[in-house]
C-alpha cells in the first residue's frame, strides 16, 4: 500500500458481528464525508479477527448497507484476518526491541495485585514493576501460560488532540502494560488496528466516542512502533429522545431496517449528516443534497454534546425527499412495494392506473411504505370501517337510508357522466361533486355529511385523498359494490 503523506486517507473498520447499526453508519459516513471534502481517500477494513463473534453474513450485511447508502470504498476491501503475518511481524519487532514482553504473572497473583490497589483506592493499572525481583523469572522457570505486554515507559504521560474532544491526556501508570497479543500469538483488538492503520497509511481517524479510552493505549503502540499517529476525531454518541443510548426500544437500529420502513438513502444520509455536525448557522438548511453536505462538512464543527435520533424528523425528512423526486423516480420505488404487499392483477391494474394512484398518495406518504398503506383501499375492500365514524355517520336507519339514496344519486350522475378513459378528469370530478350538491342542497344535508359515509364504505377511513379522484380510479361497479356492502354490515348493528 503506497501513501503520499499529503493526503488524507480515512477508514470505517466495523467488526462483522452484526447488523451495521445506525450510529456505525454515522461513523462511516462522517469519514466518507471527510475524504470527499479534502479530496482524500476513503477506505473500508472489516475487522473480522475474532473468529468465535465475526461472521460472514454480517460481513455481507455491512457491505449492503455501505452500498445501499452510497459509502463504498476508494480501494479494495482490507480483510484484517488477511493480514496475520503483518501483526506477527510487528509483534515480533516489539519483542525483539524489549518494548512489549512474555508476562507470566499468574492470574491469581494479578487479582492479589488488583484486590490491593482497591483497599488502597487507586487505580488499577498492571505494570511488571509491580512485582518482586526475580518473580517473573520465577513464574517463567515454572513453566506457566503467558500473554504479551506492551510496556506503558514509566513516569510518563500518552495523550493527543482530539479534533472534537480537545486534549487528553493520561499517565502511563493509568494505562498500564496492557496485553496486545494472547500467549498463542494471537494478536488483540488495540494492537491489530493499530497495525492495520500504520500500513493502509491511515492519517485521521473519526470514530465513535465509545473508543476515547482506546486511543491513549493505541498512541502507546503507535509509539512504541516508532510510527506517526494519526489525528483522531471521536464522534458523540447517539441518544433516543428519552436521552437514553439509542436501542431497539426507540425503533429501527440496524441500517436494512430503515430501507425495509421505505426511507430513501439520500434522505438517511441528510440525516445522518446532522447528527453531531452542522453547517455554520447562516448556512443552515436541513434539507441539504449531498454534494452541498460534503463541501461544508468540516471535523472542526462537529459538536462534543450526544446527538438525537429523532424517528419523526426522519420521516419528515423522507417525505420531503420524496416530494422533490421525479414522479418517475417514486413509480419505480414504489410500484414493487404495492407488488409485494398487494395482488396487483396487471389486467387491472395498468402501469397508468398504479401511477395515477399513486400520485394520489404523494402528498400524504413519508416513506415508500405509507404508499402501501394510504393505498391498500385500492387492492382491498375494507375488512371494518373505522368504528367512531361509522357510529356516527352510520349509526342509524335513517342515517343508512340517506346514505343508499346518496349512493343512487352517485351512481346516476356517473351513468350520465362516464369516466374518461384518458386524460385528466378533474372536469368529471367536478360534475359528479356537483350533481351530489345539488342533491345535498335540495334536501338541506351537509355535503361532507354526505361524502363521510360514502369515504367510509369505499376505503374504511375517514381521511383519503379527494374522493371523487378515489372513485374515479376505483371503478363504478367496485364503488357500487362496496358502498352495497358497507349499507348491508351497518345495517345489521344500526339502531
Ligand atoms: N472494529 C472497531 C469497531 O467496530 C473499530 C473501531 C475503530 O474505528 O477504530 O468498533
Known amino acids: 500500500m503506497t501513501t503520499d503523506s499529503t493526503k488524507i486517507r ?27 471534502h ?7 477494513r472489516i475487522e473480522d479477527t475474532d473468529l468465535e463473534r465475526s461472521t460472514e453474513e454480517a460481513t455481507q450485511q ?19 484476518r488477511q493480514r496475520a503475518d503483518r501483526h506477527k511481524e510487528y509483534l515480533d519487532r516489539l519483542l525483539t526491541e524489549g518494548k ?11 487479582e492479589e495485585l488488583r484486590g490491593k490497589a482497591r483497599t488502597d483506592g487507586r487505580i488499577f493499572a498492571y505494570n511488571r514493576a509491580m512485582l ?19 510496556l506503558a515507559p514509566e513516569g510518563e504521560t500518552t495523550g493527543f488532540d482530539d479534533m472534537v474532544y480537545g486534549r487528553i491526556d493520561v499517565e502511563n501508570a493509568n494505562i498500564g502494560d496492557f496485553v496486545i497479543a494472547r500467549g498463542d500469538g494471537s494478536p488483540l483488538y488495540n494492537f491489530t488496528n493499530v497495525v492495520d492503520d500504520i500500513d493502509m497509511g491511515i492519517t485521521h481517524i473519526c470514530r465513535g466516542e465509545d473508543h476515547v479510552s482506546n486511543t491513549p493505549k493505541q498512541m502507546l503502540i503507535y509509539n512504541a512502533l516508532g510510527a506517526t499517529p494519526p489525528r483522531f476525531a471521536h464522534l458523540p454518541l447517539i441518544l433516543g429522545p428519552d436521552k437514553q443510548k439509542l436501542s431497539k426500544r426507540h425503533g429501527a437500529t440496524g441500517v436494512m431496517e430503515f430501507k425495509e420502513k421505505g426511507i430513501l438513502p439520500q434522505a438517511l444520509v441528510n440525516y445522518l449528516s446532522l447528527l453531531g455536525w452542522a453547517p455554520p448557522e447562516a448556512e443552515f438548511n436541513e434539507i441539504m443534497p449531498l454534494d452541498e453536505i460534503v463541501s ?10 450526544p446527538a438525537v435520533f429523532d424517528h419523526e424528523k426522519l420521516q419528515w425528512m423522507n417525505g420531503m425527499y420524496i416530494r422533490e423526486m421525479p414522479k418517475s423516480k417514486i413509480y419505480e420505488l414504489v410500484i414493487p412495494t404495492l407488488k409485494s404487499r398487494f395482488a396487483v392483477n396487471s389486467e387491472l391494474a395498468s402501469e397508468e392506473w398504479l401511477h395515477s394512484i399513486i400520485d394520489l398518495a404523494i402528498e400524504r406518504s413519508r416513506t415508500l411504505s405509507d404508499f402501501a ?13 373505522e368504528e367512531k365514524a361509522s357510529k356516527k355517520f352510520l349509526g342509524n336507519s335513517e342515517q343508512i337510508s340517506q346514505f343508499v339514496e346518496s349512493a343512487g344519486v352517485l351512481d346516476n350522475a356517473w351513468a350520465a357522466t362516464p369516466t374518461p378513459t384518458t386524460g385528466p378528469i378533474d372536469e368529471w370530478c367536478g360534475a359528479m361533486e356537483a350533481a351530489v350538491r345539488t342533491w345535498s342542497d335540495a334536501r338541506g344535508y351537509k355535503f361532507g355529511n354526505v361524502m363521510q359515509p360514502i369515504r367510509l364504505a369505499l376505503t374504511g377511513r375517514t381521511a383519503s385523498p379527494s374522493l371523487f379522484h378515489v372513485m374515479a380510479l376505483m371503478g363504478r361497479e367496485e ?17
Open 373 to 385: 398503506d394510504n393505498l391498500s383501499y385500492f387492492f382491498e375492500a375494507p375488512a371494518e370501517y
Open 479 to 495: 364503488v357500487a359494490r362496496r358502498i352495497s356492502a358497507c349499507a348491508t354490515r351497518l345495517s345489521a348493528t344500526a339502531q
Open 10 to 36: 480515512v477508514r470505517f473498520a466495523p467488526s462483522p458481528t452484526g447488523y451495521l447499526h445506525i450510529g456505525s453508519a454515522r461513523a462511516a459516513l462522517f469519514n466518507w464525508l471527510y475524504a470527499r
Open 132 to 150: 518482586e525481583p526475580g518473580e517473573m523469572e520465577k513464574y517463567e522457570a515454572a513453566g506457566g501460560s503467558f500473554v504479551i505486554r506492551i
Open 62 to 80: 455491512i457491505l449492503t448497507s455501505l452500498d445501499w447508502l452510497g459509502l463504498t470504498p476508494d480501494e479494495p476491501v482490507v480483510y484484517q
Open 296 to 305: 461544508k462538512f468540516s471535523l472542526d464543527r462537529v459538536k462534543k454534546s
Open 38 to 44: 479534502m479530496g482524500g481517500t476513503f477506505l473500508l
Open 100 to 110: 512489549a514482553y512474555k508476562c507470566y504473572c499468574p492470574k491469581e497473583r494479578l
